[in-house]
C-alpha cells in the first residue's frame, strides 16, 4: 500500500492512505542504516501489519521532489502565504523575504489577504497593485465572513500546500474552515496521535479533501536572507525577469549602474517601488554578511 506520511512522534508515523484510512507504522531499521529520516509529506510504501488495528511498517520512502529544513516536511507542492489587509497591516518586508525564500526552493506561491471584512478599499487596491504584478496568485477571504473560502480550496484541492504568515492574521480561523467538512474514519488513532500533544509542536500535514493536505508552519516571525550570493537575489524576483539583458552592463545588479533597465521600470510604474526597495534592502544585507 502507499500513502502520505502526516505526523511522526516519537518513532512512530502516521500514513495516510486514500480510501484506506489511518496506519501507525514504524519505519524499518534499513533506513537508518541509510541514513534516511522520514519526513511528514513523505510518499511511502507501507507493509499491513494489523488492518484491524491499522499498523504497519514503512517498507520504502518514494523520491523527493522537495524538502524543507525548518519545518521539516517533504514534497510541498505550493505555499499558501496568510497576511492580514489590516489589524495587523501587512509587514512588506516580511512577506517579500518569504516569497525570496520560495521561489530558492522553486515552490509556487498562493497570497492570500485575510479580514477583508474590516479593510477599507484602499487598502485592499494597494495590495493588489503591489503583487497581482509579481505573477503571483492572490485572493482576498475573510474568514469571519466566510468569503471567498470555496475559491481558497479549489486552489488547494490535490496539492499539499505549506499555510504561513504571522500571527493574529486568522490563519487558524482559516484552517479550521479549510478543513471543517472533513471527516475522517480514523478509529483510536485520534488517542494515539494524542499522546505527542503536549509534547513539542510537531509539523503535521491535515487531510482537507482526497489527495489534498495543508500544513501549518510555526516560527513565522522573521527570516534571514543570507544562504545565497548577493549577485542571485535579482533571479528570485519574478517581475525582474522581463528586463533582464535590456540593462546597459551585463550583470547589472539593478543598484547603482547606469542605464538599468529594472530601475527605470520602477521610474515608470512597471515595477512596484515597495518591492524594489525591499530588494536593495535585503541586497545590502547580503553584502554587509559577507563582508563578515
Known sequence: ???????????????????????????????????IKPLVGDDAVIEVLDEKEMTGNIT???????????????NIDQALVVFAVTKPKPHYNLLDRFLVMMERKEIPVVLCFNKTDIASHPEIAELKE???????????????????ISELKSLLKGKTTSIAGPSGVG??????LLQSEVKMETGSISKKIDRGKHTTRHSELIVIGEDSY????PGFSSLYVNDFEKEDLKYYFPEFTPFEGQCKFNGCDHIHEPGCAVK????????HKIRYEDYTEMYRELKERKRY
Open 1 to 35: 500500500m502507499q500513502g502520505k506520511i502526516i505526523k511522526g512522534i516519537a518513532g512512530f508515523y502516521y500514513v495516510n492512505v486514500v480510501e484506506s484510512g489511518i496506519f501507525e507504522c514504524k519505519a524499518k531499521g534499513a533506513f537508518r542504516k541509510d541514513g
Open 60 to 74: 520504502e520512502i518514494l523520491p523527493r521532489k522537495n524538502e524543507l529544513i525548518r519545518p521539516a516536511v517533504a
Open 130 to 148: 503591489v503583487y497581482t504584478g509579481c505573477g503571483y496568485p492572490v485572493i482576498f477571504t475573510s474568514a469571519r465572513e466566510e468569503e471567498n
Open 171 to 176: 490563519k487558524s480561523s482559516l484552517i479550521n
Open 214 to 217: 495543508i500544513m501549518d508552519t
Open 264 to 271: 527605470e521600470a520602477v521610474e515608470e510604474g512597471k515595477i
